[in-house]
């Protein structure tokens, strides 16, 4: 299968740069997966569409203010860092910019030295092992020094960091946000409670695997980054009474699909406690066995998300209802509007 045919024409105007004030003001475009058939929806409509005994999985993962701008301490030469994922103790695989600067044993000044980080190995494009050196407790550090890690298609900037976090955000490792997640208020999802939906979660770390192109031609030649992700024991429990007794599985976003669907793969479509890495790649030809249905955005143009949609409603069914939501002026990408699969 060629990763043409999951291209589509997509006007750099309706590429959303900045989050809308109401999250549950955004559009939703609701698909059946099975015609195809298309509903145009007010996010808050989600409500009519979730029913009694459903379950609703979100991922509670919060993304770190990961992008850190620091000095070469010997010339005094400009660095950018984004921190990408935790090692052990202090060290950190990160991507540094310029890379060239960055050689092994440089040293990384970061807040007037509040901060340093010394390369202690060297990776292909542009990433470095930095080994992190500090007084008191790092996060606190970097939530003083750190600033969100936006997508490389967002070129505003946020005034408000929280509007990158889910309202729910809870267990710190991301380099981005599970962005479905971010049309929900605690308002909204307490009425769901109130109507008998189920709310469950996990978590999924978000890498910057989510944003790399992908640069083969046959999609099965293409290798994902691997995530790490934790599903608790409780989580699991509901997830299969709820399926035992005829209620959906609707994971918000793909990353909490990625995540259930490699456990329900791993144990016949049931689900355990469980918690690794997953490298998962989901795409048409898929037979799913976690999930009913999905709430996600609108994704990138022959990327690995828009595959995985494809896999869950049909690569025409998923190319139309994107061709509607261009002409509709639907808001694409992290801060845009939503799509519920049904």
Known sequence: MKVDLFDFHLPEELIA?????????????????????????SFK???????????????????????????????????????????????WETL???????????????????????CVEELEHGGRILEFQYDGIFYEILDSLGEMPLPPYIKEKLDDQDRYQTVYAKERGSAAAPTAGL???????????????????LTLHVGLGTFRPVSVNEIDKHEMHAEFYQLTAGTAELLNKVKA????????G????????TIATE????????????SIFIYPGYEFKGIDGMITNFHLPKSTLIML?????????????????????????SFGDAMFIR
């Open 245 to 252: 007794n005829g209620g959906r599985i609707l994971s918000v």
């Open 96 to 118: 540094v910019k310029p890379a060239k600067r960055v050689k092994l044993g440089t040293v990384i000044s970061f807040g007037e030295g509040t901060l340093k980080a010394i």
């Open 309 to 333: 949609v494809s896999a869950l409603a049909g690569r025409e069914h998923i190319l139309h209802a994107y061709e509607t939501a261009v002409k509709e002026k639907y808001r694409f990408f």
């Open 254 to 261: 793909t990353t909490s699909t990625r995540t259930l669907e």
């Open 17 to 41: 740069q900045t989050p809308l004030e109401d999250r549950t003001s955004s559009k939703l475009m609701v698909i059946n997966k099975e015609t195809g058939e298309l509903e145009h929806r």
């Open 183 to 201: 049309h929900f208020t605690n308002e909204l999802l307490d009425a769901l409670k109130e109507k008998g939906v189920h709310i469950a979660f």
């Open 45 to 91: 409509d989600i409500l009519e569409y979730i029913h009694p005994g459903d379950c609703l999985v979100l991922n509670d993962t919060r993304v770190l203010p990961a992008r850190l701008y620091g000095v070469k301490e010997d010339t005094g030469a400009h660095i950018e860092v984004l921190l990408l994922k935790q090692q052990e103790d202090d060290r």
């Open 267 to 278: 144990n016949n479509g049931t689900f355990v406690e469980s918690s690794g890495w997953t």
